[in-house]
């Protein structure tokens, strides 16, 4: 047998880049946006470079992947980019191929879109499709949520740009704690202890340390641990440690909504995105209640934001009583903090809005 | 009669203009049996309102100790096809840039040896190859091997980093993000293959303060491109913009955060230098008219995670300049420290940033050699609990 080639690493993207891009390293001069999804940058020494950046599920099949392999060796000389949002890029230098491109990935099913002031594609993680610590299905929210904001992601008309993400869980490998809008899959129970499995195939001290609120102690006598349920808040990391801890509950897990939340730097410095609504349920397989509380907030935020204004940039300036009087979210003891930084989130300041 | 489907709730999301990823999977379906089981079980799924993959499974291929995660279903008797679906991380060219030529190849590798479903791409940043059997996986790998891809991390390790497209179309850029990217990426192979740190670690590398790829969020070490002097403006450029109705006044001079433009009667655009804090709210709004400054580098942050164990962080600035020039040695030795400054001290499980927190940032900058600065802090601590080092007092 021969031995097979390791460590060598990914393809260097120089071997990838269309030539435009590689004789224009570094020497981009500006851009513009020619119209929503559409954009032009041009070099320092004249040369143009066109993209048309365009929707994808994400999830493809290489069949899709061949098929739109097709449209770039007919449009765009055989190259073609993704984004950090999972949106696919076609990278042009002739201008006279912009619109046929187009009309070409609209038949197929692609939107255009995503740049400026719009919704872009949605930031996700597996869900039930292809993980096991899941609360809730990223796929399907993601689909049901698109079908509805479409409109946003092919137009530029939102105050600013509004960044949808949704983790599964509380581990967010979509890492969805900084988005205008993340959605998040929920437990609400403390997790079920499986005294003979967890004795077999569990490390005890490994189970306690993994709780953020010391809410598991050993339980020696039968090399098992116990839990406090008062103390538990259903985060889950019990269960990635031992396996003998299941803390899925089909009747209880469901999504919150956590908004305002931004990486730039933009004018203000990033941002958490903070807690709006608490509990919504797993309803497969649209989601209708987050759905539309998720449009109901973008709906305010659109009619009452100042133009260039981001979601947490909005809410800074209104105010979060203002943004629970205008949304009509209700607020509840769940919103004030009780975890490791709570004190800095409670106000010092006889000064707010009725 | 036409045939009664049998997965109306999967069915439900073939519908509506946004493209679907039911219909991706379906469409797989029809010629691949893992994929068809794989809707199978998501339909049940969407029946049960819950998820029915089995915790874990160690699988992996010759030499290396992560890439690839193992994933059993709970429910085999119903989809034995779906019964073993492990996916496959493999490491993307810096920038997600490809040639058609190489895309295909990766297609043709998966459509032989996996499911033929992907998902381009993962969080992270890696190809995601989903759904493939333990008997395949070191075929798969050989023949991605052969295909020039190579694998991502997995565990506690280095995973993939990532970058923004950088100098390769944006104006802004004030590093080589994606070279940086590939740099790293090839420097510390061993170290993105073989885990054997406390927790995971990520890297992300972005152009400028825009962060498009999230990495002050979304990585425990973000290098983010910044500058030092004055921004460059181009007054004709800005002449220009007035001319064409933009508001330069209400669009950028107001917006300013730190009040360091102003603009004269005559179409002018002043520039305090010394109030400018680089945030990028007036290049991104007028990139016709102001550039960056010409001393480039980047400013190093570091403990950026999401909330498990110990809450959500975003990134500190530990570095806050640090010029960027091939072959990277200065970055390079501070991740080296890190790491092995981590590996001595941290928890299993405990990422970075929650050591930098239990340990004190005080005592992590000393120990790295790194230089207190008032760029690290919004403001200086209101308590009075602080270190002296022996050598400090007499």
């Given at each position: 047998m021969t031995d097979v080639r390791t460590?060598?690493?990914?393809?260097?993207f120089k071997d990838m880049m269309p030539p435009v891009m590689a004789e224009n390293y570094g020497k981009w001069a500006y851009h513009e946006t020619?119209?929503?999804?559409v954009l032009k940058h041009v070099s320092e020494t004249g040369a143009a470079v066109y993209t048309v950046r365009v929707g994808s599920p994400r999830l493809m099949a290489i069949d899709t992947i061949r098929e739109i392999c097709d449209v770039a060796d007919s449009f765009c000389d055989g190259h073609l980019r993704f984004t950090s949002r999972h949106n696919i890029e076609f990278l042009l230098t002739d201008a006279n191929k912009i619109q046929p491109l187009i009309a070409e990935v609209k038949k197929a099913g692609f939107p255009v879109g995503g740049t400026g002031n719009s919704i872009s594609n949605i930031v996700h993680t597996q869900g039930w499709i292809h993980c096991h610590s899941a609360a809730t299905d990223a796929s399907a929210l993601v689909k049901s949520i698109m079908d509805e904001v479409q409109p946003y992601f092919e137009s530029m008309t939102l105050p600013a740009k509004v960044r949808i993400a949704v983790a599964?869980?509380?581990?967010?490998c979509g890492a969805v704690?900084?988005?205008?809008l993340a959605i998040v899959g929920i437990h609400r129970k403390p997790p079920k202890v499986d005294a003979d499995r967890l004795a077999k195939t569990c490390e005890v001290p490994n189970i306690v340390a993994a709780c953020p609120t010391a809410a598991i102690r050993p339980n020696p006598k039968e090399k098992g641990v116990i839990i406090n349920e008062e103390r538990c808040m259903y985060c889950g990391n019990c269960y990635t440690v031992c396996p003998a801890m299941p803390i899925a509950d089909p009747e209880n897990d469901g999504v919150a909504i956590f908004v305002g939340?931004?990486?730039?730097?933009?004018?203000?410095a990033p941002m958490f995105s903070r807690l709006a609504i608490p509990y919504l349920p797993n309803n497969p397989p649209r989601w209708p209640e987050t759905v539309e509380a998720i449009k109901g907030i973008i709906d305010v935020y659109a009619k009452h934001a100042h133009k260039g204004e981001r979601m947490g940039e909005w809410i800074e300036r209104v105010g979060w009583e203002s943004f629970f009087r205008l949304t009509g979210i209700p607020f509840t003891d769940k919103h004030i903090d009780d975890f490791r930084f709570a004190p800095t989130t409670f106000r010092t300041s006889a000064a707010f809005k009725w | 009669m036409a045939e009664e489907s049998k997965t109306p709730l999967v069915d439900e999301l073939e519908k509506g203009s946004w493209p679907s990823f039911a219909k991706e999977m379906k469409r797989r379906a029809k010629k691949n049996a893992a994929a068809k089981d794989l809707v199978g079980q998501l339909e049940l799924s969407y029946e049960e309102k819950k998820v029915h993959w089995k915790h874990g499974g160690v699988v992996g291929v010759r030499g290396y100790g992560g890439g690839v995660i193992g994933r059993y279903s709970d429910v085999p008797e119903q989809f034995p096809n779906a019964a073993e679906f492990h996916t496959m991380r493999v490491n993307q060219p810096s920038g997600w840039f490809y040639t058609t030529d190489v895309l295909r190849k990766l297609c043709d590798v998966w459509e032989q040896y996996g499911s033929g479903l992907t998902n381009m791409h993962g969080s992270t940043g890696d190809i995601i190859l989903l759904g493939t059997q333990t008997a395949k996986i070191q075929d798969a790998f050989n023949a991605l091997s052969e295909a020039g891809f190579d694998l991502g991390g997995s565990g506690s390790d280095l995973r993939t980093p990532s970058a923004c497209v950088g100098p390769a179309r944006c104006e802004f850029a004030c590093i080589d993000s994606l070279g940086i990217c590939h740099d790293v990426t090839t420097t510390f192979q061993n170290e993105i293959h073989r885990p054997m740190w406390p927790y995971k670690f990520k890297i992300k590398v972005a152009g400028?303060?825009?962060d498009c790829v999230a990495s002050v969020a979304r990585s425990d070490l973000a290098i983010i491109g910044t500058w030092k002097g004055a921004l460059r403006i181009d007054q004709e450029a800005v002449k220009a913009y007035i001319a064409a109705d933009f508001d330069v006044k209400g669009e950028v001079v107001d917006k300013c955060p730190t009040k360091a433009l102003s603009l004269g009667r005559d179409g002018t655009l002043a520039l305090a230098a010394e109030d400018c804090k680089r945030c990028m709210h007036c290049l991104n709004n007028m990139p016709k008219a102001i550039r960056p400054g010409t001393e480039k580098g980047a400013t190093i942050m570091l403990g950026g995670k999401a909330p498990i164990v110990r809450g959500a962080y975003l990134s500190w600035v530990i570095v806050p300049f640090m010029k960027m020039e091939p072959p990277y040695d200065e970055l390079k030795e501070l991740l080296g420290k890190i790491w092995e400054w981590w590996d001595e001290h941290g928890k299993s499980r405990e990422r970075v940033g929650e050591l930098v927190d239990r340990m004190g940032m005080g005592r992590f900058l000393r120990e790295m050699g790194l230089e207190p600065s008032p760029a690290m802090v919004f403001a200086p601590r209101s308590n009075p609990y602080y270190f002296w080092q022996p050598d400090e007092v007499k």
């Open positions: 460590d060598f690493g990914p393809p260097s020619l119209q929503p999804g599964c869980c509380l581990n967010m704690h900084c988005s205008d939340g931004k990486v730039s730097n933009a004018r203000s | 400028c303060a825009n």
